[in-house]
């Protein structure tokens, strides 16, 4: 199991302020390359649906430090697989904020009318990534 | 079971007039986007074939209330099934009326000179249903 | 689609009592031979998941009088689908009360201390009532 | 077992004129649309293949009665199956006389010089229909 | 395509009396062997479900042949089809009359009561003889 | 996504004491049932590889726990999935603690003379561990 | 393309007396063995039923002497293909002669009351050949 | 099986003048066409690799023919099999001779240097003469 | 890729006396424990099959050794490939010598009298030594 | 097996100088056509990868030559396997130096920053080779 992709769901809770986004994204900014990591990272100012791809080991570890940070809570995994390619190589951590797009395509790939990446299978919230982080 | 899709098949009864029809469908516009559903109903003033999309709880009530409505009768379900993705997500309930291609394309996924959709199978239904709502 | 199976999971309601059960049980004794139809009827006092086979006509009506009747109530459809054979066809409706073994075989088939038939999926439900019905 | 496709080989008799074709066409024109009947027929004046599709019993009592027609022998069956969608929906009968286009398909789909739908799989002989039957 | 298997229904007419039976069977006896015809024949007294293997040729001359008996109607293939080896080599026609084993397994294989051939899907009609013809 | 499984790897640290591993089952016998947790903990007083069976929001707050408990370190996660069914139902939590046949397993199943469950594949840590917690 | 295995079948010419066929199956227990060739031979004193297992090139060189043999005429090719073993190793040549069982056999794995080999498909061959050959 | 393929391979002689080559595409134009055969016929000066498409009796008989030519020697099978369609219809027996793209092509579908249809898979044949033979 | 299986042959020279083989036996039991490698080796005192099963990175750095050792030449991969779980974990090296059995299954799992490793596809090769070296 | 493809990955030495580069590219230019051999090498000045396409003797005895070779260590299959086709057969050996364009490929098919391909699965490795020397 060289290259792995993990995909969890999870919730912000109070302690994540605006800064709180600039700071995670300036984390992965300044963390992901380091250890080859990339990904797409959606938040709907509710919910954050993240894919991380890379080796298994900084996987595993960044999962544990993002899965106990206080700016989100239910951190809960959706998928996570061993994969023959990256999909998303292209950003350290590509950002997707609320938008009519996402929202139309989180509707198309979930039975919910808000984006709630609780309620996707392993599969629409793969598709749904890929189509939202697509030009 | 997160998304999940219905399909049915039903017969008009005398009770359904026009303005029957346009309260299911404004019944439809009312209910259905609070409960995240979606879909698409065909009608030939005889027959109609329903396609419910979204949350497995709502199309169980919503196929409940739906499937005890007066203005149709032999109410028989067609597919059930969990599904990656709705097919209809642009419409809280495109509704289809009769017309020349409805026709056509009803006899070409069915036995049938007129539309009938209690004779088609599950496969059929669906294609047809896609065929039919596409522009 | 002659031959068609239907699974549904429900909660009893407070207007079921003993004789509430035992009225259900005479019903398809009286009914379920006439029309055809067989199947297996899971309860532990609290959720019911029944599985209907037969022809698809009579299974849609009494589904429809099932889904209404004041016993229970969040009926919630696991699977619909045609099949080759039977599996429960030596009985009008086969009961299984509660039991040590509808426990552990319910617990096996779920992520659930207790037999919650709303989260089986339909291959969980369908290996539980098989499991379950057998000697 | 709704849409039905039924396709056979034959052999024209001495009792089949060009009248005997005109009136095998005119029945199909007048007979077939009222069974929701659609379909092709191929013919190099010695050999038929035809396709039948629709409603299995109509499928069914046209075969029969077609089967015992004396412009034709040795009427023998090369496929019989349930289908989800017409080839043919466009005809009553649509009907491909002899031609060079027919025998360099014919040739393609056969082991043989001239014409010869005895000596067709199911496979090559629905292969070979709908190439000859499109524009 | 060599072997061949030909599997239908029908329904006995009032011109088939006891002697009608004993005629088809007799008839079976004295013609399928000169064929290289075997196969079985199922019969409650009301519809009849048989299979035929053997060769191509002789299977639909009969076919033909029988299909015309006034003995019985509605005559309806179920089943046509190459196949790698027969099932009911042992008998020129085994004939398996009512039976509480026959109602057992027509229930099992169908959505009917009694049994009605109409209402078995070829898997259902073949694995259905293949049982009832079992010691 | 209803039963969830999922299987980690990881190393003790000095942390962990003999007492340590009692605390771990006596916190598992305590907990585990009260969620719905079945599963098993393969230790050989150097790597952890266990298997948590259940519901999907205890499964991933169990785990975030487990994750960052100091008595183990490098906590890996080898599988995470949906599933049919439990396998290792009747145990809150199994206990296999060093013995000839766990070194003679893990050797069959990973490419090292000492249980490394780091190296084992998701298919291979499965079966490992349904051969290892088998009588 | 290693091991290869070639099937087919021929008609006695009457240039082929008993002593002919004790002629060939001499120069089989002759010679097949010297190029590691392997096989059954079944022959009903009309037709030929051969299969050879072995290395590619005497297998063509004999076929090609066989078929040039005045003992038997239309010698027709059923199967030719690599294999990844051999089904009848334990003979040089393997002969069956006329028998009652073989009789059954090949009218279970063919159209015809006699055993005829070439209208046996390849599978239907292989599958007769191992069970004709097995005691 | 009706329509057949045959590939071979085969190695010239001292016996095969360049008026030898003229002499088996002058017996192919006049023989082939006779018996419904078409096919591809490659030629590098050395080796011979040809397909035969048609009726199961013309390519068995033509077959013996060919292997005993004495123009070319060590005939070896490549394939052999039942075919849906014929890919080189259009030709009585289309000539490659040496060339460029032969080569080229050659090369890619085998592991040789030079053309030698000995180390061709059947698979790897059949894409190089398709290839090969289209423009 | 973690347990990775390696399988090739090849053909004793000159160098490699009955010593020799000793030798390599003894290595055998002296270095592949150090590196968790187990497998299985066959030799008729003229070719070996051998297998390798365990970590990637010794069964690299050993084949080198091997395939350079002078008491063989003509070293040639069989297969490499990574696998869910050893077929030879009880032995370092299980060492089969020639003897009936070793023929016996040779020649059955390929074209040639005599055991000839190279001539066995990569399936015929586990499947003869799984034979082999079971009791 | 007839044509073969390996892919190994390895370690530049300190042995290995420009010149050294220049002597491995010259010596494929020399050697591999005079075997058949085709392939790619890409190199980063750290590592290589590989690939090896053509007969399966010279494959072996140029990976032996290689694997010995003191300009390069840590040598180690990625794959070995039989093949239908070359995907490089227009280069001698392709040399892939390092680029921009290899290192975002390398990183699209493995979990790490910098190309290395002991970290590629056999399918990933393939995928790398094929996009990194198309134009
Ligand atoms: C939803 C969410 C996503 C995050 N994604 C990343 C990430 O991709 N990379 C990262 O380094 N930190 C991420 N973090 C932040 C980490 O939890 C942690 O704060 C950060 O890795 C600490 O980095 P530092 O040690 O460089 O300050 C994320 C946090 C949250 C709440
Ligand atoms: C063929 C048919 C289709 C219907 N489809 C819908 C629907 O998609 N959504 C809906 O709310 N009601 C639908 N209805 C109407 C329901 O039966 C019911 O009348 C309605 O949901 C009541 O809505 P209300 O409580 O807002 O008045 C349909 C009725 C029929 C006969
Ligand atoms: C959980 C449940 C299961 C039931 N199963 C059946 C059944 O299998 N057959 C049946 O006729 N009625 C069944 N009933 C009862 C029906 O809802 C209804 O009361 C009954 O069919 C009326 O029958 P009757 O018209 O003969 O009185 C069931 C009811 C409940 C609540
Ligand atoms: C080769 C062949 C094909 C035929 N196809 C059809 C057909 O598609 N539809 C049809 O009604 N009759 C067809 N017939 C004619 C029937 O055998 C029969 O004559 C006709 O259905 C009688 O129709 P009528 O009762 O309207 O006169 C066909 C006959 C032959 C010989
Ligand atoms: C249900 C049914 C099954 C029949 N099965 C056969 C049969 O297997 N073989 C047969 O020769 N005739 C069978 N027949 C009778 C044929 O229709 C026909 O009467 C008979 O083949 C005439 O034979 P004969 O020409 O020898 O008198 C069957 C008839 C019916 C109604
Ligand atoms: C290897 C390992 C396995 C563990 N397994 C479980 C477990 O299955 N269930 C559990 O409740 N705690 C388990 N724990 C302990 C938890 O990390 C934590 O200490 C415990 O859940 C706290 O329980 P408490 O809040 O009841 O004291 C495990 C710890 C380790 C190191
Ligand atoms: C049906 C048939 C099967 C044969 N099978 C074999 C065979 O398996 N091996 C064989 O060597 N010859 C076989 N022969 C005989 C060859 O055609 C040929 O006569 C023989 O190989 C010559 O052998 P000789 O050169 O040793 O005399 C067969 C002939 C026939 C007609
Ligand atoms: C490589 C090769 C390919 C041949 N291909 C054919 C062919 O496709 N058709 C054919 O009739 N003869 C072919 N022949 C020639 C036959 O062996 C034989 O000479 C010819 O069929 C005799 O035909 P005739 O009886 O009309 O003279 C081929 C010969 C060789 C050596
Ligand atoms: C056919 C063959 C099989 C061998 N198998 C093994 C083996 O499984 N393990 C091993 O260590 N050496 C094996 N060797 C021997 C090695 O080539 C080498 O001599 C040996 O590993 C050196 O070990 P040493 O450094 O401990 O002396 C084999 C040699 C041959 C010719
Ligand atoms: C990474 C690497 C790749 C090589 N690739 C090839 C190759 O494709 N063909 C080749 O002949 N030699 C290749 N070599 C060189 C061989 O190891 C060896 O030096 C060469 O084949 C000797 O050729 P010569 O005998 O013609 O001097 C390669 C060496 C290295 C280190």
Request: aromatic residues 12%.
């Amino acid at each position: 199991m060289y290259l792995t992709r993990l995909i969890y769901a999870s919730s912000k809770t109070e302690h994540c302020t605006d800064k709180g986004i600039e700071g995670i994204l300036a984390a992965a900014e300044r963390n992901n390359p380091k250890y080859g990591l990339t990904g797409v990272l959606c938040f709907n100012r509710k919910h954050f649906l993240q894919c991380l791809e890379g080796p298994r080991d900084p996987i595993n570890t960044l999962y544990q430090r993002i899965s106990s940070d206080s700016r989100h809570s239910r951190v809960t995994l959706v998928e996570y697989c061993a994969t023959e390619q990256r999909f998303f190589d292209q950003w350290a951590m590509k950002y997707v904020p609320d938008s009519k797009k996402m929202q139309t395509l989180a509707f198309r790939y979930s039975d919910c009318n808000d984006f709630d990446p609780y309620r996707m299978s392993a599969a629409s919230a793969l598709a749904f990534l890929q189509a939202v982080s697509s030009q």
